[in-house]
């Protein structure tokens, strides 16, 4: 027993998650599974929705420990309230991204967080960000994130095209997350997608017994 604690310590809190952002013609789907587990053994919930509002057009996925993601969001979301309110304007989705950075950057030594952020806004139109752990920022038209995401790089080479439709782009993120969620055990629960465009922000919940299959089980 005391060596099972000990191990467990070890672990610590597992990454385990995979989250997914792409853009398409006109918009950008986020989404992610839904289970947060300890240790890579216990599985804490099946419910967690990883895919967290920052503002009203721009979203942020979280991959990591869940204590580290979910306290730099609060403070970004924070942050971004009162830039709103200064500039008069909602702010940029290189703005969210750039908050999360310096938050990750100059907590880098005690934070295990990585992010990735998604919206739309007047200037640039749909965008992707990942924010690693440490606080780099890069800009991306498709990416993926957390254990699962070492399944389906393949998949996301060989399937994303930019400027797909909106119908397209959703099939391929659920595909995506399917089959990470099919073979990552850390991965699972329901599928959240999140879609954003000029005209607004659409919620999307995939049951997992409703979500595509590409084996026999």
Known sequence: MEKHCTNSQVKGVST?????????NGGVVICSDSRASIGGEFVSSKTI???IQVHDRIFCCMAGSLAD?????KTAKYNLSFHSVQMETPPLVIAAASVLK????????????GFITAGWDKKKGPQVYVVSLGGMLVPQLVTIGGSGSTY??????????????REECLQFATNALALAMGRDNVSGGVAHLVVVTE???????????????????
């Open 199 to 217: 005209t607004g922000v659409e919620h999307v919940v995939v049951p997992g017994n409703k979500l595509p299959k590409f084996h026999d089980e």
């Open 69 to 73: 993601a979910q306290a730099v969001i």
């Open 102 to 113: 310096e938050l990750c950057y100059h907590n880098k030594d005690e934070l295990q967080a």
């Open 152 to 165: 389906i790089y393949g998949y996301v080479d060989a399937k994303y095209k930019p400027n797909m439709s």
């Open 49 to 51: 929705n990883k895919v």
């Open 16 to 24: 385990g998650t995979t989250i997914l952002a792409a853009t398409f």
